[in-house]
């Protein structure tokens, strides 16, 4: 696995993204970029610290813990490390393209809300949130009101790097907050949900630096 010294999975995956979209916009792809576009540089850094032996990295993996049993598509996982033997999850990443039309405060609750029931679940998988994309789209996407400094809103940009996001005491972002756990409790009837879900930023000064065309941050969420 991943030696002491070493700098951390999740972080490797931001560096190794931002590093991978700036090389490639220079060669002049900027206009096949997308959220399916990271899936080289991920499955490369996760190929690269776990076993494949031991592990098997899967991408859009069913979420283990969500069945509203119904039919149709079932919630699934950006991408997994999943230990061959025992069938867990050992990684789980979920991942955001800035600027494309899933990129909304909504759907990064909702990112953030499955990473939490799979730690809650499985205490030993390590969940971490990507978001990737153009450092205008970024800024723009972190503009948005859910993500206004000075709020309770679930995921810091810098230092301090750790957030308690509250779920249910929101002092200002409760109404949407409410609106978003009524239709997943609607469409998982069983769902419970957590008082608050705990975000830490990884070190961005190499993947988000302000002078990057390109930038990455990751989260780890429990």
Request: hydrophobic letters at 40%; aromatic letters at 10%; proline letters at 6%.
């Amino acid at each position: 696995m991943i030696p002491r010294n070493y700098i951390s999975v999740q972080r490797r995956v931001a560096e190794a993204v931002s590093a991978r979209l700036h090389y490639d916009y220079l060669c002049f792809k900027g206009r096949m970029m997308d959220e399916a576009y990271l899936v080289q540089s991920v499955a490369d850094i996760l190929g690269a610290f776990f076993d494949q032996q031991t592990f098997e990295i899967r991408k859009n993996y069913v979420h283990p813990y969500l069945d509203g049993g119904g039919k149709g598509r079932k919630p699934e996982i950006d991408y997994a490390v999943i230990h061959r033997q025992s069938n867990t999850i050992q990684m789980a990443i979920e991942a955001k393209w800035a600027g494309s039309s899933h990129c909304t405060p909504e759907n990064i609750l909702w990112d953030l809300m499955r990473l939490k029931i799979l730690r809650d679940s499985n205490p030993s998988c390590i969940g971490a949130f990507l978001i990737a994309g153009h450092k205008n789209k970024m800024d723009k996407c972190f503009g948005a009101p859910f993500f206004a400094p000075g709020t309770q809103h679930p995921l810091q940009h810098g230092n301090p790097r750790k957030k308690i996001f509250s779920l249910i005491a929101n002092r200002d972002h409760q109404p949407f907050i409410t609106a978003q756990t009524n239709i997943w409790i609607h469409k998982y009837p069983s769902l419970v949900i957590a008082p608050s879900l705990t975000t830490v930023l990884e070190d961005p000064t190499k993947s988000a630096n302000e002078i990057n065309r390109f930038t990455a941050k990751t989260w780890i969420v429990y």
